[in-house]
């Protein structure tokens, strides 16, 4: 494991901060707020280990104020938390991962699998007759 711990790894579900209001997942409620007390998921745990792999899955489906929160870890290297704390992100590593072009890339090998597999599984007919309709299945489909 990257710095000697598996809870080094912080992996966030960008799924479920497609929401205006899940900024404060990631840094905290403001003042006056259920949670507050709690402070943020991410800032939280930044704050009490420094030295983090931050994974922001599937980044594509965060919402907009997300990816400003994220460009200010990526260009001055901290946050401000909903308690004022400056929080350092400069001992951590930042994955991105997404989806965006992987029927792209990946169509063009799916045609090429099926045209080849499609001669092999022909029975004969005498078989055909005797079996329902088939169909190669492939996860696009």
Do not use: C
């Not at 938390?81 to 991105?96: E, P, Q």
Request: hydrophobic share 35%; proline share 6%; charged share 30%.
């Amino acid at each position: 494991f990257l710095f000697n711990d598996e809870k080094a790894l912080i992996r966030l579900d960008m799924s479920e901060y497609m929401e205006s209001h899940s900024v404060s997942k990631i840094i905290g409620s403001p003042p006056g707020y259920i949670g507050y007390e709690e402070g943020g998921q991410l800032t939280e745990k930044i704050r009490k280990r420094p030295y983090a792999v931050v994974l922001f899955d599937e980044i594509e489906k965060a919402h907009p104020q997300i990816f400003n929160i994220l460009l200010q870890i990526l260009d001055e290297g901290h946050i401000t938390d909903a308690k004022g704390r400056k929080i350092n992100f400069k001992n951590t590593i930042i994955i991105l991962t997404s989806n965006i072009g992987s029927r792209e890339i990946l169509e063009p090998t799916r045609r090429t699998v099926k045209g080849r597999l499609r001669p092999h599984l022909l029975l004969q007919p005498e078989h055909q007759s005797r079996l329902p309709p088939r169909r190669l299945l492939f996860q696009e489909d």
